[in-house]
C-alpha cells in the first residue's frame, strides 16, 4: 500500500462520483493510470515524490474501482475523462501540474496538452502511445482486427467473464505464466503487481469493454508535435502492447523530448524497473521552469 494517501469523492459536471487519491503538498504531479490499474500501479514513483515537497494527484476512471459509472453510458469518452480531471483539479486549487501517465494515461495526457497546453508544466508517457492502441498491438493487423469482435464477445458474456476474472486475478498462477510468455519480466514487484493485477476481479466488464472500444477510438497523433512542455519517453524493449517503435514515434515527433528503453521491460515497467523511472522522473522534473513555486491548493467539495 502506498502511505499516507487519501481516498476522496467529487461529485463531477454530469452528476457522476468520482474517486480520487491525493497525497502531499507542494508543487502538483498528476498520474494517469493505465485502463486497468489503480493507484497502486505507480507505487514506486510516489516512492519517488516525498509527500512533504510533492502533491501528488491520481484518479479512477468513471465506473472503475472508486469512481461510479456515470448515468449516461456512451458519456465514457477520452473528453469525460478530461472534464472529471478538470473538476478535480479545480476542487484541489490546482492550476499548473507535471502529468505522468502509464498505458491510457499516456493518451489522457496527450488530450490534456490539448486541451490546456498553458497547464501542462511536463509530461512523462510511460509505455504508452499516442492513440489508436489497437494497431500496435502484438504488432499484428490481425490483432487489431480481431479486438473489437473480442470486446463485443467480452460485454455479451461480462457475468461469465467478471467470474473467472476473480480466480484468476493476481494469482501465482497468472503471475507464473505471464513472466513464461514474456508479457512480465523476472523483475517484478510481484506484490505490487498482485495489487493491480487483483483490482480486475472488481471490474464490470461491460463498463471496461466499452472504456477498451473508446480508447481504440481515440487519435492524438495531430498534438505530438504542440507539445511544448519537457517531455520524457519511457518504454520497455519487449513491450508488446505499446512496441518501443510508437515511443520512437513519439519522441521523433516532440520537440525536445527524451526517450529511454529499458532493456528486458515490458508494458509493465512502472513495477519492474523502479529506480530507472524514478530517476527519470527527476530529471524530468528538474527541466520544468518554476517548479519550485508551490501548488495553489483548496479544499476539495466532496460527495
Same mark, same amino acid.
Not at 487519501?6 to 463531477?12: D, I, M, P, Y
Not at 527527476?282 to 522534473?285: E, G, I, N
Given at each position: 500500500m502506498v502511505p499516507g494517501v487519501?481516498? +476522496?469523492?467529487?461529485?463531477?459536471r454530469d452528476g457522476t462520483r468520482i474517486?480520487?487519491?491525493v497525497r502531499g503538498r507542494g508543487p502538483a504531479v498528476v498520474l494517469a493510470n493505465g485502463l486497468g490499474g489503480t493507484y497502486e500501479a505507480f507505487r514506486h514513483i510516489y516512492a519517488g515524490l516525498p509527500a512533504d515537497r510533492h502533491t501528488v494527484v491520481c484518479w479512477d476512471y468513471r465506473g472503475l474501482y472508486t469512481s461510479s459509472p456515470s448515468a449516461d453510458p456512451a458519456a465514457n469518452t477520452m473528453d469525460h475523462h478530461i472534464d472529471d480531471l478538470e473538476d478535480i483539479l479545480a476542487a484541489l486549487g490546482i492550476d499548473r501540474a507535471v502529468h505522468v501517465g502509464w498505458s491510457m494515461g499516456v493518451q489522457v495526457n496527450f488530450e490534456w496538452a490539448r486541451r490546456h497546453p498553458d497547464r501542462l508544466a511536463g509530461l512523462m508517457a510511460i509505455?504508452?502511445?499516442y492513440g489508436r492502441p489497437f494497431r500496435t498491438v502484438l504488432s499484428s493487423q490481425f490483432v487489431a482486427r480481431a479486438i473489437p469482435t473480442l470486446l463485443r464477445l467480452i460485454k455479451a458474456q461480462a457475468g461469465l467473464v467478471g467470474r473467472a476474472t476473480k480466480v484468476v486475478a $493476481? @494469482?501465482?498462477a497468472l503471475i $507464473?505464466?505471464?513472466k513464461r510468455f514474456g508479457m512480465v519480466s523476472a523483475t517484478i514487484d510481484v506484490d505490487a503487481f498482485r495489487e493491480v493485477a487483483g483490482g480486475f476481479g472488481t471490474i464490470d466488464w461491460r463498463i471496461y469493454s466499452d472504456l477498451l472500444r473508446r480508447l481504440g477510438e481515440h487519435d492524438a497523433e495531430d498534438m505530438l508535435e504542440q507539445v511544448r512542455a519537457p517531455t520524457s519517453i519511457v518504454t520497455g524493449d519487449r513491450d508488446i502492447l505499446t512496441p518501443p517503435i510508437t515511443a520512437e514515434r513519439m519522441h521523433r515527433a516532440i520537440p525536445g523530448s527524451r526517450m529511454v528503453v529499458i532493456k528486458g521491460g515490458t508494458h509493465y515497467t512502472p513495477v519492474e524497473y523502479p529506480a530507472i523511472l524514478q530517476d527519470e522522473l527527476? +530529471?524530468?522534473?528538474a527541466r520544468v521552469p518554476g517548479w519550485t513555486e508551490p501548488a495553489a491548493t483548496?479544499? @476539495? +467539495?466532496e460527495a
Open positions: 487519501e481516498q +476522496r469523492h467529487l461529485v463531477v474517486g480520487y487519491q509505455n504508452g502511445t $493476481g @494469482s501465482d $507464473g505464466a505471464m527527476q +530529471r524530468l522534473l483548496a479544499a @476539495s +467539495r
